[in-house]
């Protein structure tokens, strides 16, 4: 098993930053291939970011690419998210998750994380 717990979210202006911290704790962190994604009421939870268990791989989805960047420390058990240039569009609950089978990170679907966190509200004001 592993937990995860997020935190960094709140409330920034357009064009702001924001960077989201994941912390890991349970079994071996760097076994995971680590994602973030976002949900807003009433749509599907949404892929943003992943990365492979070593670090040296990531993924990002086309609305976020340019703009965010993933990160993880595997000696503090962590993955980042750093949002810069935020939207009013990126407004949304965000969950960090784990896949315990693959270290790619390059799956983009949630059905392929077995663990999440219980997700931190980022809201971008106009």
């Known amino acids: 098993q592993v937990q995860l717990v997020e935190s960094g979210g709140g409330l920034v202006q357009a064009g702001g930053s924001l960077r989201l911290s994941c912390a890991a704790s349970?079994?071996?962190?760097?076994?995971?291939?680590m994602g973030w994604f976002r949900q807003v009421p009433g749509k599907e939870r949404e892929f943003v970011a992943a990365?492979?268990?070593?670090?040296?791989?990531?993924y990002y989805a086309d609305s976020v690419k340019g703009r965010f960047t993933i990160s993880r420390d595997n000696a503090k058990k962590t993955v980042d998210l750093q949002m810069n240039s935020l939207k009013p569009e990126d407004t949304a609950v965000y969950y960090c998750?784990?896949?315990?089978?693959?270290?790619?990170?390059?799956?983009?679907?949630?059905?392929?994380?077995?663990?999440w966190g219980q997700g931190t509200q980022v809201t971008v004001s106009s």
């Open positions: 998750a784990a896949d315990s089978r693959y270290c790619s990170g390059s799956s983009f679907s949630k059905m392929a994380y077995n663990y």
């Open positions: 349970g079994r071996s962190f760097s076994g995971y291939a």
């Open positions: 990365i492979s268990c070593s670090g040296d791989t990531t």
